[in-house]
């Protein structure tokens, strides 16, 4: 069965450290990987996707996550947080969203306190 | 204006009462889903329409129904609301040319 295991369900982290959010997942196809940020009384936004190619993939707001495959990982990543980075995170896969759509099974989330 | 506008915001019901959410898009996509986030679960789908012809259910269907009244709208309707059918629920749509979902601001229901 398709899964997305996000093995933290809180982080906190001192403003201006480095961040790993680690995501796990099984699927059987080719994944398509996504991670989301959703602030509180907010919808989820992408902060970045893995379709193909390199398997560090770059997003926004200074996020970055490696695909491993031989791990069936897609850790994210940020090399300093900001106070306004806390909020919740979540991993997802899916299939080819173009042709499939995006039907994605999604991890429980993590959720990302900042301290100053 | 926001693209993808849930309404209500905030609904609390009874159980066995009939309860719609509505979604709208000025986002101009074809495809449209129903997402549902429980604390500790993450979000589930429970329907997904990728035209106005074309309705699917998605993993947690049972006890929902959808009605794709337009390219832009996309409603979710509980027919007799029971208690753990409490959560938040996020409308979103996609593009046939990108990967991104995106979400409405969401609609938190409370059923008594």
């Known amino acids: 069965a398709q899964s997305v295991t996000q093995p933290d369900i809180h982080i906190t982290v001192s403003e201006g450290a480095s961040l790993e959010l680690r995501c796990n997942y099984s699927?059987?196809?080719?994944?398509?990987l996504f991670w989301y940020v959703q602030s509180p009384g907010q919808g989820l936004q992408l902060l970045l996707k893995?379709?193909?190619?390199?398997?560090l993939v770059q997003g926004i707001k200074g996020f970055e996550a490696e695909f491993k495959r031989s791990q069936s990982s897609f850790n994210l990543r940020k090399p300093s947080v900001h106070w306004s980075d806390a909020a919740e995170y979540f991993c997802?896969?899916?299939?080819?969203?173009?042709?499939?759509?995006?039907?994605?099974?999604f991890g429980a989330g993590t959720i990302l306190r900042v301290k100053s | 204006d926001a693209d993808v506008t849930q309404t209500p915001r905030n609904r609390i019901t009874k159980t066995g009462k009939r309860i719609m959410l509505e979604c709208s898009q000025t986002?101009?996509?074809?495809?449209m889903y129903w997402y549902r986030q429980d604390p500790g679960l993450g979000l589930q789908l429970i329907y997904y329409?990728?035209?106005?012809?074309?309705?699917n259910k998605g993993e947690i269907s049972d006890g929902y129904s959808v009605s794709r009244q337009a390219q832009a709208k996309f409603s979710l309707s509980l027919e007799s609301a029971i208690p753990n059918q409490t959560a938040l629920y996020f409308c979103?749509?996609?593009?046939?040319?990108?990967?991104?979902?995106?979400f409405g601001e969401g609609s938190r229901l409370t059923v008594l």
């Open positions: 997802a896969v899916g299939d080819n969203p173009m042709e499939y759509g995006n039907k994605l099974v």
């Open positions: 986002k101009g996509h074809d495809r």
């Open positions: 893995y379709f193909s190619g390199d398997t």
């Open positions: 979103a749509t996609s593009g046939r040319h990108t990967g991104e979902l995106f």
């Open positions: 699927y059987g196809a080719t994944p398509y």
């Open positions: 329409s990728f035209d106005v012809k074309d309705i």
